[in-house]
């Protein structure tokens, strides 16, 4: 942000605490105290209100970063994002582009129970005229939110919090100041031959250990991080699937309407379906709202087992 | 002179249905300009109003005079189209609101921004777009201003934001670009208005909060017609002194169907924004003829003696003409040969709107995206792709 932030000077950050407490989960740390009050921006508590005006900025030719402290809250403000935000390209038939990032941490915690838990991918991934992007780790979050910011259109950036405090050795070319990575591709984190395993986010690093255990018994997975949920870079997939003849889907939002069953959908409609020796399995988080006891919320999102169960389970070993 | 020459010789060749009373306007001296008296305004936190005379120029009483009778007739004929079944969906008519967005356009500088909620028709053509871009997207035709794909509430043009459909909406987003003015340091300004229905959605409230703190160049403008739908606003409003309920933000409450009380407080509003001090709120007291929509017949919540009373007494472009008249602004006639020019326009752009091809299939997925190369977009089933371009 701060790369994007010296480089074009319409771009600005507004949202609950991102400036002088350094950013709540300190995302924005150092940023208003070498930018400002008119680039940084504190919000009340306001989702609706700062949000619609965060996309009347962008309306207006301003680059806005709007933060949610988390997704969660972000369904007070919903509206702004689909309906000022995403639809109105198309509304106005290419008049008013709306060149706006919404970001902010997604998804389940540790231990802060179900209003603070929910993931949002498949609510924002349902929508046409948004781009959903879900960095894994900090290779993605460098590269995808400095897409997001130089792209014209309204991205959704989904984080997540648990990620925020994991290092990750960054390659050289992702140390540069124009190092992007592009919105709708994704990537294949680990090569294989036995299976395909599709995640986004945190449980990107659960499929890589899971592939791990299994490569000592032989099973070689080749694990793709979608990077971008909307538009989905299925073809990856199909071509990873076609080689393998198997595949699991792994996120930690809610199965029901979820990025698996969208995957597995197009799955059965595209090339891939006539390469699969066994149907598309989905792990997912568990279809209750989040617990808050520790043994209870442990198993309501896909831990590394279940991820080897579901695998095994499709190969039939 | 020139002008004498013209009517004289279109007299002698007959050409012109005009009677002979052309030629004794041309000769006719006409005042340049005129004072009129207007309503002092309600105060909210103000020590001073806008001023209670203005001076009117003939030139600026027949550009508004047309203005309001354009968008009179374009509302009606959006009114016939839609019992014509031309025009389908949701058709939100401003006849009787005409001195608003006339009015405020004569307030501000084309380099100002106005966004509005769904009644936005008689905006889109203050703010420069044509009847016939207006219509033909009412009907939902590749000409229309939107390509057809918006229709009456998606209307964008020039520093004009729309025509918003979801209710209250609008207020963030015009506190916003209100904050994209404050910005970059131009002074425009923003006008961000909503109706008495609107006025009590919560986002409103944050969005003068906001507007506030900042001290954004915002003008809050409340168009109260009185009835938010099909409720009164005695009905919906604990309070409906809506010029004061931004509390702390300054407010003023305007006549709003005298287009110079309009004109003058947009003035003296925009005045105060440019001065840096924060935003200001307008309420605008003024009303429909129409329902809330075309499916609303707009009597069951009200009587017709009302409207009728409104109509006789209150009518926007029956005072401004009254004034005109009396003051040798301009005579009967020559408004009456506006009034037939304006028709005319409006039968035209009419025709154009109903002979207007509908926006090509192949367009369907077109504008998902800015600025991005084409990709497909899924049709009805797998195998119906379209094409989308930005």
Not at chain 1, 151 to 157: C, E, R
Not at chain 1, 184 to 190: N, S, V
Not at chain 2, 185 to 211: H, R, S
């Given at each position: 942000m701060d790369e994007e932030l010296e480089r074009d000077e319409k771009v600005f950050l507004l949202g609950e605490e991102v400036a002088q407490y350094d950013g709540a989960y300190k995302v924005s740390r150092g940023l208003w105290k070498k930018y400002g009050?008119?680039?940084?921006?504190?919000?009340?508590?306001?989702?609706?209100?700062?949000?619609?005006?965060?996309?009347?900025?962008?309306?207006?030719?301003?680059?806005?970063?709007?933060?949610?402290?988390?997704?969660?809250?972000?369904?007070?403000?919903?509206?702004?994002?689909?309906?000022?935000?995403?639809?109105?390209?198309?509304?106005?038939?290419?008049?008013?582009?709306?060149?706006?990032?919404?970001?902010?941490?997604?998804?389940?915690?540790?231990?802060?129970?179900?209003?603070?838990?929910?993931?949002?991918?498949?609510?924002?991934?349902?929508?046409?005229?948004?781009?959903?992007?879900?960095?894994?780790?900090?290779?993605?979050?460098?590269?995808?939110?400095?897409?997001?910011?130089?792209?014209?259109?309204?991205?959704?950036?989904?984080?997540?919090?648990?990620?925020?405090?994991?290092?990750?050795?960054?390659?050289?070319?992702?140390?540069?100041?124009?190092?992007?990575?592009?919105?709708?591709?994704?990537?294949?984190?680990?090569?294989?031959?036995?299976?395909?395993?599709?995640?986004?986010?945190?449980?990107?690093?659960?499929?890589?250990?899971?592939?791990?255990?299994?490569?000592?018994e032989g099973i070689e997975c080749e694990v793709i991080n979608m990077r971008t949920i909307r538009p989905m870079d299925i073809d990856a997939i199909e071509a990873s699937v076609m080689k393998t003849n198997h595949l699991v889907t792994v996120e930690g939002g809610w199965p029901q309407f979820g990025v698996g069953a969208e995957i597995c959908a197009r799955i059965m409609e595209g090339p891939a379906f006539n390469f699969l020796d066994a149907p598309a399995v989905r792990v997912t988080g568990a279809d209750v709202p989040m617990p808050y006891a520790k043994i209870l919320e442990d198993h309501s999102v896909p831990q590394v087992k279940d991820i080897i169960f579901a695998i095994k389970k499709t190969l039939n070993i | 002179?020139?002008?004498?020459?013209?009517?004289?010789?279109?007299?002698?060749?007959?050409?012109?249905?005009?009677?002979?009373?052309?030629?004794?306007?041309?000769?006719?001296?006409?005042?340049?300009?005129?004072?009129?008296?207007?309503?002092?305004?309600?105060?909210?936190?103000?020590?001073?109003?806008?001023?209670?005379?203005?001076?009117?120029?003939?030139?600026?009483?027949?550009?508004?005079?047309?203005?309001?009778?354009?968008?009179?007739?374009?509302?009606?004929?959006?009114?016939?189209?839609?019992?014509?079944?031309?025009?389908?969906?949701?058709?939100?008519?401003?006849?009787?609101?005409?001195?608003?967005?006339?009015?405020?356009?004569?307030?501000?500088?084309?380099?100002?921004?106005?966004?509005?909620?769904?009644?936005?028709?008689?905006?889109?053509?203050?703010?420069?777009?044509?009847?016939?871009?207006?219509l033909a997207e009412l009907t939902g035709r590749r000409g229309g201003c939107a390509k057809g794909k918006g229709g009456s509430m998606h209307m964008y043009a020039?520093?004009?934001?729309?025509?918003?459909?979801?209710?209250?909406?609008?207020?963030?987003?015009?506190?916003?670009?209100?904050?994209?003015?404050?910005?970059?340091?131009?002074?425009?300004?923003?006008?961000?208005?909503?109706?008495?229905?609107?006025?009590?959605?919560?986002?409103?409230?944050?969005?003068?909060?906001?507007?506030?703190?900042?001290?954004?160049?915002?003008?809050?403008?409340?168009?109260?017609?009185?009835?938010?739908?099909?409720?009164s606003v005695e009905r919906a409003a604990a309070s409906t002194d809506y010029y004061k309920r931004g509390d702390f933000i300054p407010g003023l409450r305007v006549d709003g169907m005298d287009i110079l009380c309009v004109r003058e407080a947009t003035k003296f509003a925009a005045a105060y924004c440019r001065s840096g001090k924060g935003p200001i709120l307008m309420e605008l007291q003024t009303y429909r003829y129409h329902g809330h929509s075309m499916s609303d017949p707009g009597v069951s919540y009200r009587t017709r003696e009302e409207i009728q009373e409104v109509r006789s007494k209150s009518d926007p472009i029956m005072l401004l003409k009254d004034r005109m008249v009396n003051s040798n602004l301009a005579s009967v006639e020559e408004l009456k040969e506006i009034d037939v020019e304006v028709r005319k326009e409006i039968e035209d752009a009419a025709q154009f709107a109903t002979a207007d091809p509908e926006p090509p299939l192949e367009e369907l997925g077109y504008h998902i995206y800015s600025s991005d190369p084409p990709f497909e977009v899924r049709g009805a089933n797998q195998w119906i792709k379209f094409k989308s371009v930005s």
């Open positions: 009050d008119k680039r940084i921006i504190d919000t009340p508590i306001s989702e609706m209100g700062f949000a619609g005006i965060a996309v009347g900025a962008a309306m207006a030719g301003l680059r806005p970063i709007c933060e949610f402290m988390t997704f969660n809250f972000s369904m007070q403000a919903i509206d702004q994002v689909i309906n000022s935000a995403a639809k109105t390209y198309y509304m106005s038939a290419g008049l008013q582009p709306v060149p706006i990032v919404f970001r902010g941490p997604n998804g389940a915690s540790a231990g802060v129970a179900a209003q603070h838990s929910q993931c949002f991918a498949a609510w924002y991934g349902h929508c046409p005229g948004l781009k959903v992007v879900s960095p894994w780790n900090s290779e993605d979050a460098k590269g995808l939110i400095k897409s997001a910011i130089r792209d014209n259109n309204p991205v959704v950036m989904l984080e997540n919090e648990l990620m925020y405090g994991v290092s990750f050795e960054l390659p050289a070319e992702a140390q540069s100041k124009d190092f992007l990575i592009p919105i709708g591709k994704a990537k294949i984190e680990r090569q294989g031959t036995h299976i395909t395993v599709v995640a986004h986010s945190r449980p990107v690093g659960h499929c890589l250990e899971a592939a791990t255990v299994l490569s000592k | 002179m020139r002008k004498m020459l013209a009517a004289v010789s279109r007299v002698l060749l007959g050409v012109a249905q005009k009677p002979a009373t052309r030629v004794l306007v041309a000769s006719r001296n006409f005042a340049n300009d005129a004072t009129f008296e207007i309503k002092k305004c309600d105060l909210h936190r103000l020590d001073e109003g806008p001023p209670v005379t203005t001076v009117l120029t003939r030139e600026d009483g027949l550009k508004y005079y047309r203005m309001m009778q354009t968008v009179r007739r374009m509302e009606l004929k959006a009114d016939q189209l839609y019992k014509q079944k031309i025009i389908r969906g949701f058709c939100h008519l401003c006849d009787g609101q005409e001195a608003c967005c006339v009015g405020l356009e004569a307030g501000i500088n084309p380099t100002d921004h106005l966004i509005t909620a769904y009644r936005a028709h008689g905006f889109t053509f203050t703010r420069g777009l044509s009847v016939r871009e207006i020039k520093n004009f934001y729309g025509g918003n459909g979801i209710v209250g909406a609008q207020v963030p987003l015009g506190a916003g670009i209100a904050l994209a003015c404050k910005y970059n340091g131009k002074d425009e300004v923003c006008l961000t208005l909503y109706g008495d229905g609107a006025a009590n959605q919560g986002q409103i409230f944050e969005a003068y909060n906001m507007a506030a703190l900042w001290k954004l160049p915002c003008i809050f403008i409340c168009e109260n017609n009185r009835y938010g739908m099909g409720t």
